[in-house]
């Protein structure tokens, strides 16, 4: 296997030792690294793409049959969902997460195969936490499981304090709720990020231990051109509220209080109250 070129430095701060390279989606496929089933697997599983309304904006997202749970995989800026589910570095995460129930990607608009915006006008994070609404609502599911990683914390974390009736439970892994001092929010990592996207190579500088070669670089690169263009993802960077990284991840961070910390969502045996309703009353 032929050597990775080797990474921006910026970018390589991003990991191998890092909680980020550690916890991530694509870290955790590393266990199924066993797996050989193809994509014709998820082509077969899946739905075709669809389209329910937020507002104005549809918003694209498949499905795998039904199942005894609805499972939301919240997106962020890097999803398309015509091409995720069938990308063979994930496919034993797929099959795993399909064997516990109806699993669902979504592309939350400007992003993805769903409309796009404005540039300049990205959607806030409220109607980006609206997008899982309308897919729900969609489908004619009262309630699921979301499932949120790094920056979609954010939006998930605001759909389950607003709807906790529907939000059988929130499965987060490597999420923060503020990216405030962090190598995620400094303008030469965002700056790199952007000038390797469409590459590939930015999962494998933030999970280098993950399965790798040529063709898993390639199918990479391939979803990274399909979810957002390099001034896209320059957009959400500048303009879209921290949803890929910056200080406003935290709902809470223009309101005057401290920072958000991560607690038990209320969904099991009454663990917690179930009081917060709006986007300041996560915290």
């Given at each position: 296997m032929a050597?990775?070129?080797?990474?921006?430095?910026?970018?390589?701060?991003?990991?191998?030792?890092?909680?980020?390279?550690?916890?991530?989606?694509?870290?955790?496929?590393?266990?199924?690294?066993?797996s050989t089933r193809c994509s014709a697997y998820t082509s077969a599983v899946f739905s075709e793409t669809r389209y329910a309304m937020n507002g104005d904006l549809r918003v694209a997202y498949r499905t795998s049959r039904e199942g005894p749970r609805d499972?939301?995989?919240?997106?962020?800026w890097f999803t398309n969902c015509e091409l995720l589910p069938e990308l063979p570095s994930i496919?034993?995460?797929?099959?795993?997460?399909?064997?516990?129930?109806?699993?669902?990607?979504?592309?939350?608009?400007?992003?993805?195969?769903?409309?796009p915006v404005t540039p300049g006008a990205?959607?806030?994070?409220?109607?980006?936490?609206d997008s899982i609404s309308a897919v729900l609502d969609d489908l004619g599911s009262s309630e699921a499981v979301l499932i949120a990683s790094a920056g979609a914390f954010a939006t998930a974390a605001l759909f389950a304090a607003t709807h906790p009736s529907r939000t059988t439970a929130l499965v987060v892994f490597d999420g923060y709720a503020d990216a405030g001092g962090t190598a995620l929010v400094r303008d030469e990592v965002q700056a790199a990020?952007?000038?390797?996207?469409?590459?590939?190579?930015?999962?494998?500088?933030?999970?280098?231990?993950?399965?790798?070669?040529?063709?898993?670089r390639a199918t990479v690169a391939r979803l990274e051109r399909l979810a957002a263009s390099p001034r896209t993802l320059a957009s959400i960077f500048r303009d879209g509220s921290g949803r890929a990284g910056g200080p406003s991840d935290n709902p809470c961070a223009d309101s005057g209080r401290p920072p958000c910390r991560g607690r038990d969502h209320p969904a099991r045996e009454g663990q917690v109250h179930r009081r917060a309703h709006t986007r300041r009353e996560i915290c």
């Open positions: 050597r990775a070129e080797q990474p921006p430095d910026q970018v390589s701060n991003l990991g191998p030792d890092t909680e980020y390279a550690k916890n991530t989606m694509f870290q955790l496929v590393a266990r199924h690294r066993n499972l939301v995989f919240v997106s962020n496919q034993g995460w797929v099959e795993a997460m399909t064997a516990l129930g109806r699993l669902i990607f979504f592309d939350q608009p400007g992003t993805g195969a769903s409309d990205l959607p806030t994070l409220e109607q980006w936490a990020w952007v000038r390797m996207w469409g590459s590939g190579k930015n999962q494998h500088v933030i999970n280098p231990d993950m399965p790798w070669n040529e063709e898993i």
